[in-house]
């Protein structure tokens, strides 16, 4: 099947099985053999440029190591510096859980709950299939969590009808709460893409009245998305990888400074954020897309960080502590008053 006509696979059941790939094999996977066999890459794959596939594939590398997992490159004897055979693995000790964590019966039964919430509790077959032509390749450890391994699915209400309005090029309209907003706007867009930025489902849309590009993060969607009958058209260069980049832009352009307590949670956690520099005063440089995600951010490490600039950073990041002890003293007082 051309690679134009592929199916569409999840992210992060292409995610998950990237993971269980390099679980499996001790020697490491070089990029090819990663494109050409793991479900959600191989249907993609061609034999010539193969360019947006592996700028996807470098996103999904910097994705799973910010979800902790250990991901290692391994260079090629007497090849240093050849980033073509570089070879990747996770390791399976630094990935598993320590020989002295164990769980009773009870915490078996609730995270067995916990899988059965996901949609189709186990692994698909194309990806026991693409696991077994990885093996095929020099990869022998056994992975026994694949007789049980739930497929995660869980996804904004929003995910569902706007795939369906971008497949069709279909005009949709949804109710859009930004924050600072007293109530939702209505939106009427056509969507062109749904991409995942550090960890979050968006819409990258274009206006039919104004022809502006827009970028919607899913979770402010506040009501149903209705999917109307009206089609529309879009620009040949609007495309996932155009939104991605344009995210990637508007992420490297954007930088605050913060100081946290020395060997504290919060520097911990933001030393390992992509793109975290120290410099020499000690304060900490990280990058943002969006203010009001990194003011919830680092409002949530409490006095273990300082917001030193932008001022707007560091405006939103005091209102949401100012608001935190209001409320904390409303309760306190309201608790005084029925005692």
């Known amino acids: 099947m051309p690679a134009s006509r592929a199916p569409r696979v999840p992210v992060e059941e292409r995610l998950f099985s990237l993971v269980l790939a390099l679980l499996a094999t001790e020697t490491g996977l070089t990029k090819t053999e990663i494109l050409s066999t793991v479900q959600g890459y191989r249907q993609r794959w061609t034999q010539g440029d193969n360019a947006a596939l592996e700028r996807q594939f470098e996103r999904d590398k910097d994705d799973i190591r910010e979800l902790g997992v ?8 007497g090849d240093t510096g050849n980033n073509q055979n570089l070879r990747y693995r996770i390791p399976r000790g630094a990935y598993e859980l320590p020989d002295d964590i164990a769980f009773s019966s009870e915490e078996t039964a609730l995270l067995t709950l916990a899988a059965m919430v996901w949609r189709e509790g186990t692994l698909s077959g ?105 089609t529309a058209t879009v620009p040949p260069d609007a495309t996932a990888e155009r939104a991605l980049a344009d995210l990637e832009a508007l992420w490297e352009a954007q930088i605050a400074v913060v100081r946290a307590d020395p060997a504290s949670d919060a520097e911990t956690r933001l030393l390992k954020r992509r793109g975290t520099v120290r410099r020499l005063d000690g304060a900490l440089t990280v990058h943002w897309s969006d203010r009001h995600l990194l003011a919830d951010e680092l409002a949530s490490f409490g006095p273990e960080v300082e917001a030193v600039s932008p001022p707007e950073i560091r405006a939103l990041v005091v209102a949401r502590l100012a608001a935190l002890v209001a409320d904390h003293r409303g309760t306190a007082d309201s608790e005084a008053s029925r005692g």
């Open 70 to 77: 250990p991901l290692e490159t391994i260079e090629e004897p």
């Open 126 to 230: 194309e990806s026991r299939r693409a696991l077994l032509k990885l093996r095929s390749l020099g990869g022998t450890a056994p992975v026994p969590e694949l007789d049980y391994a739930p497929r995660i699915r869980s996804r904004d209400a929003a995910f569902e009808p706007l795939q369906t309005a971008l497949d069709r090029r279909l005009v949709v309209r949804f109710d859009y709460l930004k924050p600072g907003d007293d109530a939702p706007r209505a939106r009427r867009v056509v969507p062109y893409a749904l991409v995942q930025f550090q960890g979050r489902w968006l819409c990258s849309a274009i206006d039919p009245e104004t022809d502006g590009w827009r970028t919607f993060l899913l979770s402010r969607i506040v009501s149903p998305v209705a999917v109307t009958a009206e």
